[in-house]
């Protein structure tokens, strides 16, 4: 998938002013979907009722992260976006059921390894952090991870009410 690509799925990823970072996290997700955005298109939320897209998903949670960044407004924008982008870039690895290192990574946490591919891809320790705490209650050290964490809280809620609801 090239760069132009990649900003087409995710044109949030254009608000992040600095491109070095923009760069390394369109390079995460290259390296997670092996360049097959196809492979990327048919990944969907395990823990919803309607079939919702990763790449929804994902969207999704970084508005809304956006929001509350404007309303904060001394919130480190190009790093939320994107540890919003990236929060679930591991779900890629868990998904993928073919090659040699897809038993390993399942064995890991998705926030695990997409913290690992952060890593891999030179991404700055407060976007890792905030990829790393997404689903943690306690030792956020960022406002930043804070926001994330809620948002993403905000969209699971939401998705066991509609489970509860269609029983």
Known sequence: MDDGEF??????????????????????WQDATQGNIEKLKKI??????????LIDHTR????????????????????LIAGAILHDVGMVMEQNSAGGDALRVNLLAHP???????AKHGLPHEVMHIVSMHEEETGHMLEESIILRHCVDIENEIAMLEKRENK
């Open 112 to 118: 695990v390894s997409s913290v690992l591919l952060c």
């Open 60 to 79: 999704r949670i970084t508005q809304m992260a956006m929001a509350i960044a404007i309303v904060r407004r001394n919130v480190n924008m190009d790093w």
């Open 44 to 53: 969907t939320i395990p823990n919803a009722v309607r079939k919702i897209t």
């Open 7 to 28: 900003l087409r799925t995710f044109p949030e990823l254009q608000k992040i002013k600095d491109e070095e970072l923009r760069n390394k996290v369109i390079a995460v």
